[in-house]
């Protein structure tokens, strides 16, 4: 199992990722993921907190949030979006 601090986590305010293979922990306000937990997600840098903001205004992003509700930049500087089916599926189930 990887497991990589391009920072140092503990010098930032930060939310986690969850996802089916392991865990992003990323800064609060940039998204810059600071640990990885697992090789699945390694190549991930960055996850989009200012579309997920805006995506759930008035929602607190420091509760942990599945990866399929993120958009996610990688070390080639590809971007992933969010899965609007997921989120389609989740606004479902709290009504």
């Not at 993921?33 to 991930?44: F, R």
């Not at 960055?46 to 008035?58: F, H, I, S, T």
């Not at 599945?66 to 899965?83: K, M």
């Amino acid at each position: 199992m990887s497991h990589y601090t391009p920072q140092a986590a503990d010098s930032h305010e930060t939310f986690t990722i969850r996802g089916g293979e392991g865990e992003l922990i990323c800064d609060i306000e940039t998204g810059e993921v600071l640990e990885c937990t697992c090789d699945a997600y390694a190549h991930y840098t960055r996850a989009d907190v200012a579309e997920w903001r805006a995506a759930y205004p008035g929602e607190s992003i420091d509760a942990g949030h599945d990866i399929l509700d993120f958009g996610l930049w990688d070390i080639a500087g590809r971007y992933s979006a969010a899965e609007q089916d997921f989120r389609d599926e989740c606004k479902l189930n709290r009504e």
